[in-house]
Structures are given as structure tokens and as C-alpha cells.
């Protein structure tokens, strides 16, 4: 059973950055793409950005120049650089694979952008 671990949220002023880190327990991981989703309250869970294993980057439009998406598969981890963020942004980050989510929800990162 893979675990997933994410990191890297807080409360950050419009404009700022953050970087979450998920990391994965397990092995196979550099197999499959990579995906961080995010929910934000009354709203349904959206895949934002994924990886494949090839390296392949796709976004969603609503953060496609200002959040990068990045893997290290010798450490099990994805990454997620958010520049630039917008009070929308605000959400509970998770990550699992992409487009079908495979693995068991970790326990997310709060990512909270306001002034």
C-alpha cells in the first residue's frame, strides 16, 4: 500500500510562493504520472497539474505560467512550485497519479493565500 505524504503549505501573501513536496512511499514510482490535486472548500477536488514519467508537464489553465510541476524519481517525490499566487489559489493540495488517482489520499497541505 503506498503512503503519501505531503508538505510544503502555509498562509502566504498574494504574489508569494510556496513549494510543496509530496512524497511516496513504495516502489515503482517513476512508472506513473504524477498529479497534485487541490480542494477548495465547497468545491470538488481538481487535478491542477501533472508529470508524466517521461517528463511531460500539462496544467490546468488557471495555473499554467505560475506553478510548475517536477519529480525526483531517486526520492519517491513530485513537486509543486506555485509563484505568483492568487487568493483563488487557495486550497488543500494533495498528490497521487494522474488522470485516475490509484493510491489512498494522504492527508494534504493546507496552501491558504490571503493579506
Known amino acids: 500500500q503506498v503512503q503519501l505524504v505531503e508538505s510544503g503549505g502555509g498562509l502566504v501573501q498574494p504574489g508569494g510562493s510556496l513549494r510543496l513536496s509530496c512524497a511516496a512511499s513504495g516502489s515503482m514510482f517513476s512508472i506513473y504520472t504524477m498529479g497534485w490535486y487541490r480542494q477548495a472548500p465547497g468545491k470538488q477536488r481538481e487535478l491542477v497539474a501533472r508529470?508524466?514519467?517521461?517528463?511531460?508537464?500539462i496544467y490546468v489553465d488557471s495555473v499554467k505560467g505560475r506553478f510548475t510541476i517536477s519529480r525526483d524519481n531517486a526520492k519517491n517525490t513530485v513537486y509543486l512550485q506555485m509563484n505568483s499566487l492568487k487568493p483563488e489559489d487557495t486550497a488543500l493540495y494533495y498528490c497521487?497519479?494522474?488522470?485516475?488517482?490509484?493510491?489512498?489520499w494522504g492527508q494534504g497541505t493546507q496552501v491558504t493565500v490571503s493579506s
Open positions: 508529470i508524466t514519467s517521461g517528463g511531460t508537464k
Open positions: 497521487n497519479t494522474a488522470l485516475v488517482a490509484l493510491w489512498a
